[in-house]
């Protein structure tokens, strides 16, 4: 069974940092684009960051968290990482987990992402 499991979300106050976590079990996805959404209330869910599967792993960030949020992750170990810093209250919402295990020139639409974590509640606010 393909599982994707976020965690590392919380409550912080704007300008603090956090860490979420992507363990994928089921299958490998070493050669998948891996990448991060979220939603908010009332909004659509929204292209966040992905990282493509070859060494370097290629990075593409929406232009709200560039600069802020850093993507990785570790083939070896099935995972994906989403540093977030600066933390805005814009930044609240669900973060959600992708695989698109056939990835092509496209990797920012949730169309082609296969497999989606539960997602992990992200709120800021002072």
């Known amino acids: 069974q393909v599982q994707l499991v976020e965690s590392g979300g919380g409550s912080v106050q704007p300008g603090d940092s956090l860490r979420l976590a992507c363990a994928a079990s089921g299958r490998t996805f070493s050669r998948s684009a891996m990448g991060w959404f979220r939603q908010a209330p009332g909004k659509e869910r929204e292209f966040v960051a992905a990282?493509?599967?070859?060494?370097?792993?290629?990075?593409i960030y929406a232009d709200s968290v560039k600069g802020r949020f850093t993507i990785s992750r570790d083939n070896a170990k099935n995972t994906v990482d989403l540093q977030m810093n600066s933390l805005k209250p814009e930044d609240t919402a669900v973060y959600y987990c992708a695989a698109d295990t056939s990835p092509g020139i496209i990797i920012t639409a949730s169309y082609v992402y296969d497999y989606w974590g539960q997602g992990t509640q992200v709120t800021v606010s002072s």
């Open positions: 990282i493509r599967w070859s060494s370097g792993g290629g990075t």
